[in-house]
């Protein structure tokens, strides 16, 4: 009984942080040193909160919901939404496999730093196979690459684009998230799990 309670509430609690992702994932901003169709968004803080309070499948549940709610205004033929996922999950996943086995403070810090670090390498493979080919549709891929070069001059190539904007970039976007997540989630996670804070981890 008690394995239900706990199974329905993260069920609802996911749904809840699903919308909220959704919702954030309107709210872009543009990346530093890149063209303008290169944007960011938070969309990837509620995964990692829901990762932290209910596991890694609570994360990686967040990013799909997220993402299929998406999908219901993609400009990308759902390519764009795929990509995502894929990014977000492995952040969420990854920061949560890690938390899960030793809940304390420390341990959610270097699970926002390794996440962080695997969220930039799959977002390097991602644009390289799935969102610069997406590009491409648009317009001519040297086109695209002077674009990112345009503002960084060294940018001559497509795996210099993933080295040097969709790597950092990526990494620092989920350092950021992680930064968040670090300041906020003792506060969320009793809200969340309906217990009382000196109880939550």
């Known amino acids: 009984m008690k394995n239900n309670t706990i199974n329905t509430r993260m069920l609802a609690m996911s749904a809840m942080l699903s919308a909220v992702s959704f919702v954030l994932a309107f709210f872009e901003f543009p990346v530093p040193l890149s063209p303008a169709f290169a944007r960011m968004d938070l969309s990837d803080f509620p995964a990692l909160i829901g990762a932290f309070a209910f596991g890694p499948v609570s994360g990686l549940l967040i990013e799909l919901v997220k993402n299929a709610l998406q999908l219901l205004t993609t400009s990308t033929g759902g390519v764009g939404e795929l990509a995502n996922f894929i990014m977000g999950g492995s952040f969420a996943v990854t920061a949560g496999l890690i938390y899960k086995f030793h809940k304390t403070k420390k341990t959610a810090g ?79 996670s009793p809200i969340l799990k309906g217990v009382k804070g000196d109880h939550a981890r």
Request: hydrophobic letters at 60%; one cysteine or more; glycine letters at 6%.
């Open 110 to 188: 270097i699970a926002c730093i390794a996440a962080s670090v695997v969220m930039g390498l799959v977002a390097a493979l991602t644009n390289y196979f799935i969102l610069l080919p997406m590009f491409e549709q648009f317009m001519p891929l040297d086109a695209v690459i002077a674009s990112f070069g345009e503002f960084i001059p060294f940018i001559k190539t497509k795996l210099d684009v993933v080295l040097y904007n969709a790597f950092p970039f990526n990494l620092l976007k989920g350092l950021v998230i992680g930064g968040f997540t670090m300041l906020l989630y003792k506060h969320l």
